[in-house]
């Protein structure tokens, strides 16, 4: 055989494909699913008791931030209140819309954090 054509001993196997993202409240199973979530801040989500995306449906974003600040001992980039104010209107039935788009509101609403 050939050496270049040898299977390199450090070859993985393929990562699985992430999540389709929903179109709906209705599709979302996984919190990966959900619009402007991916790993990071699924991840923030679970580490705070939101562990399916059922759990935003009537949650308050804000208080959903104020505990991931408190739980991870930092002040997180008023972004991140921006996608988990997303993500709550989207279970709550609004369309998918990017989390920029809650920038305005959120500084409407809340002011500086």
């Not at 055989?1 to 070859?11: E, G």
């Not at 059922?54 to 008023?78: E, F, I, N, Q, S």
Request: positive net charge; charged residues 20%; proline residues 12%.
């Amino acid at each position: 055989m050939v050496a270049w054509l040898s299977p390199s001993p450090k070859m993985h196997p393929p990562k699985a494909l992430p999540p389709r993202k929903a179109r709906t409240a209705a599709e979302c199973q996984q919190l990966e699913q959900l619009p402007n979530i991916g790993p990071s801040i699924a991840g923030d989500l679970r580490s705070i008791g939101v562990q399916h995306p059922a759990d935003l449906r009537g949650a308050d974003a804000l208080a959903l931030y104020r505990r991931l600040c408190t739980v991870t001992g930092k002040r997180h980039d008023p972004c991140v209140l921006d996608t988990f104010m997303a993500a709550t209107d989207f279970m709550a039935g609004a369309e998918p819309r990017p989390w920029w788009a809650y920038t305005a509101q959120r500084k409407a609403s809340y002011g500086p954090l």
